[in-house]
């Protein structure tokens, strides 16, 4: 691997603007918003934060406004004096996960999230919308943005000790990837460091970036933490550390995760980062993967590069689980009358709009589970946390198995399209 570990040079922020339409809507720098998502299972409220203005936007300057409508949520931003739509993005959260589980039947809580934009010339209007029981997306908070309020906050970005990790062009026409540690001590840099490069070079060996990697660049972010590890609550075990992640996130061993987003995007901050990979200093199995959101990944168990390449796919591409076997904390997440919005999940109620354009002429749908199938595309049954009724395009695949090779067809072409997305 060539051009790893150089260090950053600070100029982000003096990146020409090219487009014509990106110009017309935005300035330069970042509008950050930070708020509440809060409720239980049947409700769903938002409560503002703050706001704050950074220093770059390292986003497309092409791509604004989301094409795929992925996610459980939808930030959308529109010019308040015309109406025009500027800016959108779908995404997911621990909050929407939480609402599947048993608990939120009887508890609400908060979560604090935190959405980003471009710096907006003029008023906007900030919308948040989520997606229903029967797939359509709702309006759930609006608010009025003026560009010239007092209190949108311009302060210093954290001190943070940022590398260049693999860089190929300007960031507004790559998909920027930003590592991040977490349980990592002073005295523990260099193992990040050698982490990081581990974890990229994983990534680029497997398919499709080992041919995309020319449309990706690769940033990492140190911050020490105070002590080494991450807390696991079903052994007791408590660390502090700088994004405070844990595992036993909804009480299942394996799934380690934040809800620290306001310390995850103070770091982020730093470097342009479309994505987010947390890598935890733990020998664990574990991590987590929320679309749009992050990334999780312990660093020093043997099936580690395995795992990361698997919540990666959720976190960049929306890719969906496609194992039923494994215990989970959810119930009932995919409705069988609604068409799942991951692209690798079919309950067959849409399934012209998924990958029925990939299927050999004759394949049977749903495909049996029969060897003369073993290495074709079809529609295979088990997926989405259940045995029945939702179904897969592969007999194996990444996001199926730890055993798998990779990624199946279907599941490369949806991350190219992502990575062309963002490097448009």
């Given at each position: 691997m060539?051009?790893?570990?150089?260090p950053?040079?600070?100029?982000?922020?003096?990146?020409?603007?090219?487009?014509?339409?990106?110009?017309?809507?935005?300035?330069?720098?970042?509008?950050?918003?930070?708020?509440?998502?809060?409720?239980?299972?049947?409700n769903?409220e938002?409560?503002?934060?703050?706001?704050?203005?950074?220093p770059?936007?390292?986003?497309?300057?092409?791509?604004?406004?989301?094409?795929?409508?992925y996610?459980e949520?939808?930030?959308?931003?529109?010019?308040?004096?015309?109406?025009?739509?500027?800016?959108?993005?779908?995404?997911?959260?621990?909050?929407?996960?939480?609402?599947?589980?048993?608990?939120?039947?009887?508890?609400?809580k908060?979560?604090?999230?935190?959405?980003?934009?471009?710096?907006?010339?003029?008023?906007v209007?900030?919308?948040?919308?989520?997606?229903?029981?029967?797939?359509?997306?709702?309006?759930?908070?609006?608010?009025?943005?003026?560009?010239?309020d007092?209190?949108?906050?311009?302060?210093?970005v954290?001190?943070?000790?940022?590398?260049?990790?693999?860089?190929t062009?300007?960031?507004?026409?790559?998909?920027?990837i930003?590592f991040?540690?977490?349980?990592?001590?002073?005295?523990?840099?260099?193992?990040?460091?050698?982490?990081?490069k581990?974890?990229?070079?994983n990534?680029?060996?497997?398919?499709?970036?080992?041919?995309?990697?020319?449309?990706?660049?690769?940033?990492?972010?140190?911050?020490?933490?105070?002590?080494?590890g991450?807390?696991?609550?079903g052994?007791?075990?408590?660390?502090?550390?700088?994004l405070?992640?844990?595992?036993?996130?909804?009480?299942?061993?394996?799934?380690?995760?934040?809800?620290?987003?306001?310390?995850?995007?103070?770091?982020a901050?730093?470097?342009?980062?479309?994505?987010?990979?947390?890598?935890?200093n733990?020998?664990?199995?574990?991590?987590?993967?929320?679309?749009?959101?992050?990334?999780?990944?312990?660093?020093?168990?043997?099936?580690?590069?395995?795992?990361?390449?698997?919540?990666?796919?959720?976190?960049?591409?929306?890719?969906g689980?496609?194992?039923?076997?494994?215990?989970?904390?959810?119930?009932?997440?995919?409705?069988?009358?609604?068409?799942?919005?991951?692209?690798?999940?079919?309950t067959?109620?849409?399934?012209?709009?998924?990958?029925?354009?990939?299927?050999?002429?004759?394949?049977?749908?749903?495909t049996?589970?029969?060897?003369?199938?073993?290495?074709v595309?079809?529609?295979?049954?088990?997926?989405?946390?259940?045995?029945k009724?939702?179904?897969?395009?592969?007999?194996?695949?990444?996001?199926?198995?730890?055993?798998?090779?990779?990624?199946?067809?279907?599941c490369?072409?949806?991350?190219?399209?992502m990575?062309?997305?963002?490097?448009?």
């Open positions: 060539k051009r790893l570990l150089v950053i040079a600070l100029c982000l922020s003096m990146t020409s603007f090219g487009q014509n339409d990106f110009s017309q809507w935005f300035g330069s720098g970042t509008l950050r918003v930070d708020y509440l998502l809060a409720g239980d299972q049947e769903t938002v409560y503002f934060l703050d706001m704050k203005k950074e770059f936007w390292g986003g497309s300057r092409t791509n604004l406004v989301d094409t795929f409508r996610g949520f939808m930030v959308e931003v529109s010019d308040r004096e015309s109406g025009t739509l500027i800016y959108s993005r779908g995404f997911c959260t621990l909050f929407n996960e939480w609402q599947t589980t048993p608990g939120s039947k009887n508890i609400r908060a979560f604090h999230q935190v959405a980003l934009m471009p710096f907006p010339r003029n008023p209007v900030f919308q948040l919308l989520q997606r229903s029981r029967k797939g359509e997306f709702r309006p759930v908070y609006r608010q009025e943005i003026d560009p010239a007092m209190f949108i906050r311009k302060e210093p954290m001190n943070c000790d940022t590398t260049r990790v693999w860089y062009g300007d960031p507004s026409v790559r998909l920027d930003a991040f540690g977490d349980g990592y001590t002073v005295a523990e840099r260099t193992q990040f460091d050698a982490d990081v581990k974890f990229t070079e990534l680029f060996n497997t398919q499709p970036f080992d041919r995309l990697k020319h449309l990706i660049n690769i940033w990492s972010v140190f911050v020490p933490s105070p002590e080494s991450t807390d696991i609550p052994e007791g075990v408590y660390r502090e550390t700088a405070n992640t844990t595992d036993y996130t909804f009480g299942l061993s394996r799934y380690i995760t934040t809800t620290d987003m306001e310390s995850l995007h103070d770091q901050a730093a470097v342009p980062s479309d994505q987010m990979v947390i890598l935890i733990s020998e664990r199995y574990g991590g987590g993967g929320i679309f749009n959101h992050y990334a999780s990944v312990t660093a020093g168990h043997p099936l580690s590069l395995i795992v990361m390449v698997h919540e990666f796919g959720h976190s960049f591409a929306g890719l689980d496609e194992y039923y076997t494994s215990e989970v904390a959810y119930e009932e997440f995919y409705p069988l009358d609604v068409e799942p919005w991951e692209p690798n999940l079919t067959l109620v849409g399934f012209d709009h998924k990958w029925k354009n990939m299927l050999d002429p004759g394949t049977p749908v749903p049996p589970a029969d060897p003369q199938y073993g290495e595309v079809g529609v295979y049954e088990g997926g989405g946390y259940v045995a009724g939702v179904y897969r395009p592969f007999p194996d695949c990444r996001m199926h198995t730890n055993e798998a090779p990779g990624f199946c067809p279907v490369r072409r949806a991350i190219e399209r990575v062309r997305f963002y490097s448009e």
